[in-house]
């Protein structure tokens, strides 16, 4: 019984890790609100049907997933066995951009070939948005925020999907703000576009006050 009692702790500790490291990619750090990563492709979303909506957020949950991993593994055994072989004048760091595309590129395809398990005609409808999922800002950005805060691999896991959730999360909470922003109390020039920044900054700023943020002198 106490054998029990001890491989259970670790694992109820690693449950509750992976689980807050979602939570602060959820919330705290949230792609849009905290990093206005995909925000072009948010304004885009939010008109369409909710339908449409899904058929994005399916394969860019998936490659967000798939390319956590992934970077992780680039930035921990790829670019210290790489920078042996690099001229000094080519910092490895140079290179993280591209590779980090090629991380998202090979997410992309292994979503693609998952797809297949999908009923036909969702499907097809998943594979039309995959491109514009898995070659959004959202993806390289979190990629790189998880390498400059040196996560492990389950934490990278964690907050790759957790940033996913939250693009997802905010697409619902900006569409339910645009409908209630169609009210003929707001003036004429404001409607549309222009409330739905406003309405998405405001958003931004209650995170701000909620986590802190610091300027550096």
């Excluded at 409808?125 to 070659?135: K, P, V, Y």
């Excluded at 619902?172 to 404001?190: H, Y």
Aim: hydrophobic letters at 55%; proline letters at 6%; charged letters at 10%.
């Amino acid at each position: 019984m106490p054998a029990v009692n001890i491989e259970f702790v670790p694992l109820m500790r690693g449950v509750l890790e992976f689980i807050s490291y979602m939570g602060l990619a959820i919330f705290a750090e949230n792609v849009i609100l905290a990093r206005a990563l995909g925000v072009t492709r948010l304004l885009k979303l939010v008109p369409d049907h909710k339908a449409q909506v899904w058929d994005f957020s399916i394969p860019f949950l998936m490659v967000m997933g798939f390319s956590a991993p992934l970077g992780w593994a680039v930035h921990n055994l790829f670019f210290p066995w790489l920078r042996g072989y690099l001229p000094e004048w080519l910092p490895a760091s140079a290179l993280r951009p591209l590779v980090y595309l090629t991380c998202g590129s090979a997410a992309m395809i292994i979503t693609w070939l998952l797809l297949f398990l999908l009923p036909r005609r969702q499907r097809q409808a998943c594979q039309a948005q995959i491109t514009l999922g898995g070659c959004s800002t959202a993806v390289l950005g979190t990629l790189l925020i998880c390498a400059n805060q040196n996560y492990t691999m389950m934490q990278s896991i964690a907050f790759g999907i957790g940033s996913g959730l939250g693009y997802v999360f905010i697409i619902f909470i900006v569409r339910e703000g645009r409908r209630r922003l169609r009210s003929k109390d707001v003036p004429a020039i404001f409607q549309g576009l222009p409330s739905s920044l406003i309405y998405i900054g405001i958003l931004s700023l209650a995170i701000y006050g909620l986590v802190g943020h610091a300027v550096v002198l």
